[in-house]
């Protein structure tokens, strides 16, 4: 591992300890880790890390994230999934009946959906859901063939940045060319990381404002695009907004994902967004958390409010909270 660790070292050496990782980090505020102390002294729990990637969004010297994904690899190299060489996947299949229910039916040819492990293994609804929400903007769509992993996650920090590269080339090589749109925007700033040419879906909708259905009736939603997303904040607002929805929050934040802190940032998720008829969120593992959250508000991923605005609202049974707001449309 000789080779991570020099990695590690030589991005440390960049930090010109500024403290601005620590200020912004969401598990710092409740109480987890301090990554610049974890970077230049490793003192802390690195399983505190949220792996949101804000560190390196706000740190203009370094790449604290990667740093954070290299010390948790080597905290937990042991746990590399085998499941991963079966379905491409990192997250294991669950056994969603939405698998066989809720098949998407495909277009020929259009845009090229990567679905991502979350939404793949945890809530393939979201996948039909969303393949609804691009054909009432007008656009055909496919799934990426050969789509897996987009190896963001830190069990894959001791490949070379060769064989990441090379990985994820053949993968947007299936694409043939044509655009290819990420569920998760994980993925698509992973790929676009590798100079790949990936877009999010929330950028996608934003681009098609005036093309959007429009619900009958106002809803009231909180809006929360998730750590990774939180600068396309303003973009998904207009989103919801052009749907015929009144965004009642005037702050958001982080799931904390599977993390020792999560519970106090979905505490903090919850107050933000009471009053709303529904939670809608940009990120799929965000709705795997607010869905299951115990006494938690009825949720929808974006793409699912953009199916219901059109009449479908096959996705919604899926649900473990499920949604009774005045806009509802009874399923056919
Ligand atoms: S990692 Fe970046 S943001 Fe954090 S202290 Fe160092 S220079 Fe500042
Ligand atoms: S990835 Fe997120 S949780 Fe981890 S150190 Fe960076 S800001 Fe904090």
């Known amino acids: 591992m000789q080779c991570l660790e020099d990695t590690i070292a030589g991005l440390i050496r960049k930090c010109i300890g500024c403290g601005l990782c620590t200020e912004h980090c969401p598990s710092y505020r409740h109480g987890g880790l301090d990554p610049h102390r974890m970077m230049t002294q490793r ?7 949220i ?3 804000t560190c390196s969004r706000v740190c203009d010297s370094t790449d604290p994230l990667t740093v954070m994904k290299s010390l948790m690899y080597l905290r937990r190299k042991d746990e590399f999934p085998d499941h991963f060489e079966r379905t491409g996947y990192i997250h294991p299949m669950e056994d ?15 845009i090229h959906i990567m679905p991502g492990c979350v939404i793949r293994a945890k809530a393939p609804f979201l996948e039909y859901a969303s393949a609804v929400a691009l054909r009432s903007i007008g656009i055909g769509c496919l799934e990426l063939e050969g789509n897996g992993c987009c190896i963001r996650p830190a069990q894959f920090m001791a490949m070379s940045a060769e064989d990441k590269l090379s990985y994820k080339r053949d993968m947007i090589a299936n694409a043939s060319g044509n655009r290819v749109l990420a569920l998760c925007h994980g993925c698509s700033e992973e790929m676009n990381s590798s100079s790949l040419d990936v877009e999010n879906v929330i950028h996608l909708l934003h681009e098609n404002l005036d093309r959007l259905p429009r619900l009958d009736k106002k809803l009231s939603v909180a809006i929360e695009p998730g750590c990774q997303a939180e600068h396309l904040l303003s973009e998904m607002r207009e989103v919801v907004e052009a749907i015929g929805c009144t965004v009642v929050n005037d702050r958001i934040g982080c799931c904390g994902k599977d993390t020792r802190v999560s519970s106090s940032l979905m505490k903090e998720r919850m107050e933000e967004c009471s009053g709303c008829d529904v939670i809608v969120v940009g990120c799929p593992k965000c709705f795997t958390k607010y869905d299951a959250y115990p006494e938690g508000m009825p949720v929808m991923f974006l793409t699912e409010l953009v199916a219901m605005a059109v009449g479908d609202v096959s996705s919604l049974k899926y649900h473990r909270i499920p949604f009774s707001g005045s806009n509802r449309i ?3």
């Open 43 to 49: 003192k802390g729990d690195i399983l505190d890390c």
């Open 51 to 53: 792996i949101c990637g």
């Open 96 to 110: 969603c009946p939405s698998r066989h229910e809720l098949v998407p039916s495909w277009d020929s040819e259009g």
């Open 330 to 332: 009874a399923p056919p």
